[in-house]
């Protein structure tokens, strides 16, 4: 595969992260319950999930609301700290948030009062790893990559909601992370919007080369961004099954309506679904019905 458009500085970025063969994220046998005052049983959030994500590879965490998708990146953040078991990023146990680290919600969680540009600025800020001449090139140059240039001065209010979190991007990658984690990035935005910034971030994460780990409860998005899809089931939150996604990069949005496509999603969806009758969630339907 041939990237011939990266900034100099995604292309830098890339290299110096392509020297280690180490697994990106490792996780084994990780489990999480909360307490909550007044209820008798705690909720097991994760059972024994173990996982490894490589070096540059594109994960995508599926399971229908509930499973855990959103506890375990967040222990993978190192915002909750876990029960039993590890996590470790590049062999480095997680005791907490790190600069390894860099996250995207759903929320965009832009400063209001900043613009584009001071808002990539402020996660380098932060972390204090660039100098100010470093952190002025990196800011532009991943404002360019997530398409954002001529949008340096709006601030946050003057941005569509999938400009704010091509800011947000730029943002997390500017930083440098090993790994990106993303929580339902794209469920606030509108379907057409949400369509496009899958096949944006694809291209974006092509160029800066991340190892990421995206967490969704759209099949037809995991699918198509991931390398390799791993779906969660419920009660308790746990690791059901792992799906390879076989279709070659780059990726064109009209591959979602390919039989190859439709037969993995569908394939998925009968795993979610069983998950989610267990969970009380629904009824099966019979197999012809399900869309
Ligand atoms: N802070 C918390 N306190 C108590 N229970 C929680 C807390 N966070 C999550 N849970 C519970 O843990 C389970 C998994 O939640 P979550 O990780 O948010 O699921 P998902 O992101 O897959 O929808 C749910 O049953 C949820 O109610
Ligand atoms: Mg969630």
């Known amino acids: 595969m041939s990237v011939t458009t990266a900034t100099d500085t995604a292309a830098a970025d890339r290299a110096a992260a392509g020297t280690s063969s180490q697994a990106r994220l490792t996780a084994r046998h990780v489990s999480k319950a909360f307490w909550v005052e007044g209820e008798q049983d705690p909720t097991i959030a994760l059972q024994n999930v173990s996982l490894t994500i490589d070096e540059g590879e594109f994960v995508c965490i599926v399971g229908p609301s509930g499973c855990g998708k959103t506890t375990f990146l967040n222990l993978v953040a190192g915002l909750l700290p876990y029960d039993e078991g590890s996590i470790e990023i590049s062999g480095k146990r997680v005791n907490g948030p790190g600069r390894d680290r860099a996250v995207v919600f759903q929320q965009s969680r832009l400063l209001p009062w900043r613009t584009t540009f001071d808002n990539v600025l402020y996660g380098m800020q932060l972390h204090r790893r660039f100098s100010e001449a470093e952190m002025q090139k990196r ?153």
Request: net charge negative; no cysteine.
């Open 139 to 291: 800011a532009q140059d991943y404002i360019d990559l997530v398409g954002l240039h001529g949008s340096e001065r709006r601030h946050p209010a003057q941005l569509s909601g999938g400009m704010q979190q091509r800011v947000n991007l730029a943002r997390a990658l500017a930083t440098d992370p090993e790994i990106l984690l993303m929580d339902e990035p794209f469920a606030a935005l509108d379907a057409q919007t949400r369509e496009f910034m899958q096949a944006e971030l694809l291209r974006i994460w092509q160029e800066a080369g991340k190892t990421v780990m995206f967490v969704t409860h759209q099949i037809d998005e995991a699918i198509f961004l991931a390398d390799r899809v791993f779906v969660f089931g419920t009660r308790p939150g746990r690791l059901r099954a792992e799906f390879e996604v076989p279709f070659e990069r780059p990726r064109r949005l009209s591959i979602k309506r390919s039989p190859e496509f439709l037969a993995l999603t569908d394939q998925i969806w009968s795993l979610i679904e069983e998950e989610a009758s267990r969970a009380g969630f629904m009824q099966p339907a019979p197999a012809e019905s399900r869309s």
